[in-house]
């Protein structure tokens, strides 16, 4: 019962090759992230969704661009990735009352 | 400018013994505080939560702790059991609405049998 989905889990690349991150979730829930967690790092939020409002973090790079076509579908696309682009970027979505969030398992990004 | 620290990458504990994980947070507007469990290839699933009203917050084996004076939290695990190694991390929000969380770099916790 995955209530966030992230598709694929691995995808490789190439440098400056535009790439597109899925990530579905079931719990019909009006807010969706998207974090960046590099080796050895804290997960670094990117930006997040607010139903449709879209919410960009101040240091969020602007190869960094998402859409959210409807509630349950959120994609990460970035325009040109560079080598620092490697990462396991994860999508989540709310769950309870207060700021707990639920984590899909992540898609692994190897730039060549 | 790290807001939440957790200063030990990692913590080795006997199994059957009790694990005790820190986290040092500078942010003074965060009222919200979590703990997530991490498996390789995995994402982080929530374990147990805080909020800045309370000083602590029990759930089986898991307690989380917060000092909010010295801006300190911990998770104290007992008893430590195999399935536990893992990777923690902890996790504060301010406000309570849809922001986003701001992680700890995490600790890698190694049960020993």
């Known amino acids: 019962d995955a209530m966030v989905i992230q598709n694929p889990r691995y995808q490789v690349t190439q440098f400056g090759k535009p790439v597109t991150l899925s990530c579905s979730q079931t719990?019909?829930?009006?807010?969706m992230y998207w974090y960046q967690q590099k080796s050895s790092q804290a997960p670094k939020l990117l930006f997040h969704?607010?139903?449709?409002?879209?919410?960009n973090e101040a240091d969020t790079p602007d190869n960094f661009q998402s859409r959210r076509p409807n509630t349950s579908f959120c994609f990460l696309d970035i325009r040109s990735p560079g080598l620092g682009d490697a990462a396991m970027y994860l999508c989540?979505?709310?769950?309870?009352?207060?700021?707990?969030?639920?984590f899909g398992p992540g898609t692994r990004l190897t730039v060549l | 400018d790290q807001q939440v620290k957790q200063n030990s990458p990692s913590l080795s504990v006997q199994e059957g013994r009790i694990s005790i994980l820190n986290c040092d947070y500078t942010n003074s507007m965060f009222d919200y505080f979590l703990w997530y469990k991490k498996y390789p290839a995995e994402g982080p699933t929530f374990l147990i939560s805080?909020?800045?009203?309370?000083d602590k917050n029990e759930d089986g084996r898991f307690t989380v702790f917060l000092n909010k004076s010295a801006k300190h939290l911990s998770l104290h695990i007992v008893p430590s059991q195999p399935g536990d190694s893992a990777v923690y991390f902890c996790?504060?929000?301010?406000?309570?609405?849809?922001?986003?969380?701001?992680f700890g770099k995490g600790t890698h916790l190694i049960i020993q049998p």
């Open positions: 969704y607010y139903d449709k409002d879209f919410n």
């Open positions: 719990l019909n829930h009006n807010v």
């Open positions: 805080i909020s800045s009203i309370k």
């Open positions: 989540a979505t709310k769950i309870g009352r207060r700021n707990e969030q639920f």
């Open positions: 996790a504060a929000s301010d406000g309570g609405g849809a922001d986003g969380l701001t």
